[in-house]
């Protein structure tokens, strides 16, 4: 499936960055930053931009002179265009002499602004996703295997020491699950997955910092579905899918909870733009009839079995069943096993704490690091060596603090 064409936009101006996303949106994705230059250079090794527009008009902050040259200097191949107004006429000569490839001017029709994006995309290096936030999907082949518990000590353990950067996707059934493992305080303006969606065209970095509930401990950021479920019937699957990939470029890590999530074609929706899907079963023979039955009904929406990796919740060595058997019945390569903590977890809980962070030596603590540096290595081989250098400094944050 072909990567969609990614905007970083630098714009101080709400009035511009609309009539920009008006304009384009509905073809491209767009990314509104407005802060220091550190944090439009941690937002271009986020986003992986195609292309960067550059906002001219007289406005408080960062010369857009400087930030047009620095970003030449961090991603020389980077395409960079101007916006503004043409009457300013200061302005379109600043912005001629540092380098754009053209100029957008904010009385042009839709039209003729679509038409020079187009034109500056057309010969701009294909996008990727190398920079894009990280996604981790946990399943559940049936209710009541630990999943939503797994979804959130790994979403607990990757945010700690880095407040900002995971997102937990809070869409287990039943509704609300991840927010009674991580209670957080009622927030004025936290909003909804539904209400993100139907805001998407408006979204950016500000958004992003205040638009979630956070947990007080750990600092991650919670998405949850509306209490009303038929509110889902009316966001359009395409807004849907933009949000999930526009929300990558603003949190290194997104943890996905889809235990008991009953729209098959919503999860293979989101199992497409994963890097990492976990499906949870028991360690049983309904385990087995349960997860071939998911595994079967998403293959035939093009979700391969090659794409999951098996997690046994939970594990007792004394049973004859062994998860190798199990994942050799699903036709899964990889398999990690969970243990018994069932009393530590409950204990956990009832404090409202995350087992992980409360206590990082409990043997499911441990069980969930083996399989987050199991995860850690197999991206970085995926990178490939060249690559993987550069990202080896923010994926030591999962593990060293």
């Given at each position: 499936?072909?990567?969609?064409?990614?905007?970083?936009?630098?714009s101080g101006?709400?009035?511009?960055?609309?009539?920009?996303?008006?304009?384009?949106?509905?073809?491209?994705?767009?990314?509104?930053?407005?802060?220091?230059?550190?944090?439009?250079?941690?937002?271009?090794?986020?986003?992986?931009?195609?292309?960067?527009?550059?906002?001219?008009?007289?406005?408080?902050?960062?010369?857009?002179?400087?930030?047009?040259?620095?970003?030449?200097?961090?991603?020389?191949?980077?395409?960079?265009?101007?916006?503004?107004?043409?009457?300013?006429?200061?302005?379109?000569?600043?912005?001629?002499?540092?380098?754009?490839?053209?100029?957008?001017?904010?009385?042009?029709?839709?039209?003729?602004?679509?038409?020079?994006?187009?034109?500056?995309?057309?010969?701009?290096?294909?996008?990727?996703?190398?920079?894009?936030?990280?996604?981790?999907?946990?399943?559940?082949?049936?209710?009541?295997?630990?999943?939503?518990?797994?979804?959130?000590?790994?979403?607990?353990?990757?945010?700690?020491?880095?407040?900002?950067?995971?997102?937990?996707?809070?869409?287990?059934?039943?509704?609300?699950?991840?927010?009674?493992?991580?209670?957080?305080?009622?927030?004025?303006?936290?909003?909804?997955?539904?209400?993100?969606?139907?805001?998407?065209?408006?979204?950016?970095?500000?958004?992003?910092?205040?638009?979630?509930?956070?947990?007080?401990?750990?600092?991650?950021?919670?998405?949850?579905?509306?209490?009303?479920?038929?509110?889902?019937?009316?966001?359009?699957?395409?807004?849907?899918l933009?949000?999930?990939?526009?929300?990558?470029?603003?949190?290194?890590?997104?943890v996905?909870?889809?235990?008991?999530?009953?729209?098959?074609?919503?999860?293979?929706?989101?199992?497409?733009?994963?890097?990492?899907?976990?499906?949870?079963?028991?360690?049983?023979?309904p385990?087995?009839?349960t997860?071939?039955?998911?595994?079967k009904?998403?293959?035939?929406?093009?979700?391969?079995?090659?794409?999951?990796?098996?997690?046994i919740?939970?594990?007792?060595?004394?049973?004859?069943?062994?998860?190798?058997?199990?994942?050799?019945?699903?036709?899964?390569?990889?398999?990690?096993t969970?243990?018994?903590?069932?009393?530590?977890?409950?204990?956990?809980?009832?404090?409202?704490?995350?087992?992980?962070t409360?206590?990082?030596?409990?043997?499911?603590?441990?069980?969930?690091?083996?399989?987050?540096?199991?995860?850690?290595?197999?991206?970085?081989?995926?990178?490939?060596?060249?690559?993987?250098?550069?990202?080896?400094?923010?994926?030591?944050?999962?593990?060293?603090?």
């Open positions: 499936m072909q990567s969609i064409a990614r905007i970083l936009v630098i101006s709400d009035p511009h960055w609309l009539w920009l996303s008006d304009a384009v949106g509905e073809r491209y994705m767009l990314v509104r930053e407005t802060g220091t230059f550190s944090e439009i250079a941690q937002r271009v090794g986020l986003v992986s931009p195609t292309l960067a527009v550059v906002d001219f008009s007289p406005q408080a902050g960062v010369d857009p002179a400087l930030i047009v040259r620095e970003l030449s200097e961090i991603s020389p191949d980077l395409p960079v265009i101007a916006m503004g107004t043409k009457s300013e006429t200061d302005a379109v000569v600043r912005a001629l002499r540092s380098g754009v490839r053209d100029f957008l001017d904010t009385s042009t029709s839709p039209g003729e602004v679509l038409k020079i994006v187009s034109e500056v995309l057309d010969k701009a290096p294909a996008p990727t996703d190398d920079g894009k936030g990280h996604v981790i999907v946990v399943l559940g082949a049936r209710q009541g295997v630990g999943a939503t518990t797994l979804a959130v000590n790994i979403a607990s353990r990757l945010s700690k020491g880095s407040k900002e950067e995971t997102l937990l996707l809070d869409f287990g059934l039943p509704l609300g699950d991840g927010l009674i493992h991580l209670p957080c305080d009622e927030k004025q303006g936290a909003m909804n997955f539904v209400e993100c969606v139907r805001n998407v065209r408006r979204f950016d970095a500000t958004l992003a910092k205040t638009a979630f509930r956070r947990h007080s401990e750990t600092g991650m950021a919670l998405l949850s579905l509306p209490r009303n479920l038929t509110e889902l019937r009316d966001v359009p699957a395409t807004d849907a933009k949000f999930l990939n526009l929300i990558k470029s603003f949190f290194e890590n997104i996905i909870d889809l235990c008991g999530f009953s729209n098959l074609e919503f999860v293979a929706n989101l199992l497409r733009s994963a890097d990492k899907i976990l499906l949870v079963t028991p360690q049983s023979v385990g087995i009839v997860g071939a039955e998911l595994i009904s998403l293959n035939d929406k093009g979700i391969a079995a090659s794409a999951f990796d098996l997690v919740s939970p594990h007792h060595k004394e049973t004859a069943l062994t998860p190798e058997a199990i994942a050799q019945k699903l036709s899964i390569e990889r398999v990690y969970l243990p018994d903590r069932n009393q530590a977890l409950v204990n956990a809980v009832n404090e409202g704490r995350v087992l992980s409360l206590d990082p030596k409990d043997p499911y603590s441990k069980a969930v690091e083996k399989l987050l540096s199991s995860i850690h290595q197999q991206r970085k081989e995926k990178l490939g060596a060249e690559q993987g250098g550069s990202l080896t400094t923010t994926l030591k944050k999962w593990f060293v603090r």
